[in-house]
């Protein structure tokens, strides 16, 4: 378990087989690792002691939000805490933000700040981009007649 705090405190992003079963257990590991006590983590995180205590043991989800703040009170990049939580996914996104979390030239100011850089450009992009037709995606367009590939030529 030192190890995966290790892992964590200097930027690298934790093997499978290292990872806790949620992103509670991940953060109670990276706590006690870090020596520091719920209500210390909870005032430093600036949530509140039960809800932390409920995120810890698996019975609340943390918002994005809420994640940026425990990750920046156990000095954790961002990123790695939202890859560890699901909040991410998509090949692209995952491998962008995992080569920022792990960057050992960039400081955890830094690397949330290229994060959100990144995901704000992404977003922009999505709501920008052309809508695929029908004829792309293999749908029939609307009001086509339907064609059957087992159907007999009338003789």
Excluded: C, W
């Excluded at 990750?71 to 890859?83: E, K």
């Excluded at 290229?114 to 920008?128: D, G, M, V, W």
């Amino acid at each position: 378990m030192q190890q995966l705090a290790l892992r964590a405190n200097v930027g690298l992003v934790a093997t499978p087989k290292d990872l806790p079963q949620d992103i509670g257990s991940f953060i109670r590991d990276l706590r006690q690792t870090a020596k520091i006590s719920l209500r210390q983590l909870a005032d430093k995180a600036g949530v509140s002691n039960p809800y932390l205590s409920q995120i810890e043991r698996g019975l609340r989800k943390p918002s994005a939000e809420v994640l940026q703040q425990i990750a920046s009170a156990l000095r954790v990049s961002t990123p790695a805490m939202y890859l560890r939580a699901g909040l991410l996914d998509g090949e692209g996104q995952q491998g962008v933000l995992a080569a920022i979390a792990v960057d050992p030239d960039l400081s955890i100011a830094q690397k949330q700040s290229l994060s959100q850089i990144y995901e704000t450009f992404r977003n922009e992009n999505a709501r920008h981009a052309p809508q695929p037709s029908a004829s792309e995606t293999g749908a029939p367009e609307p009001g086509a007649p339907e064609t059957s590939q087992d159907s007999e030529e009338p003789k």
